[in-house]
């Protein structure tokens, strides 16, 4: 049974279109490393999926439980600050920083 943050890291390498290969040798890893990781054969190592993720272009961040509604609410958002009363001037929003649009 894979775990949502495995299925995240298989969607996507295949999204950038390498083979388990391909992002074992960028990670410094064995094939069979990134394979049994995949599939939850194993329980990686957080430096395991940490260097799959670097490759991948993410990045692995522990968000302290209680805050996870929070930051749950603020990506769906797109980013924008919640609570802001209407007509209130905001900042632009990450999301939209990130992308390179502006508002």
Do not use: H, N, W
Not at 11 to 23: D, I, N
Not at 51 to 78: C, K, N, T
Request: charged letters at 15%; aromatic letters at 2%; hydrophobic letters at 45%.
């Amino acid at each position: 049974m894979t775990t949502p943050l495995m299925a995240t890291l298989v969607a996507a390498r295949k999204a950038q279109q390498l083979t388990q290969a391909q992002l074992a040798e960028q990670a410094g890893l064995s094939r069979m490393a990134v394979q049994r990781t995949e599939t939850g054969d194993v329980d990686p190592r957080y430096s395991t999926v940490a260097e799959m993720a670097r490759v991948l272009g993410m990045q692995l961040v522990a968000v302290p439980a209680d805050l996870l509604p929070a930051l749950q609410a603020f990506i769906q958002a797109g980013g924008k600050f919640l609570g802001q009363p209407t007509g209130a001037e905001a900042p632009p929003s990450v999301v939209d920083s990130l992308a390179g649009r502006q508002p």
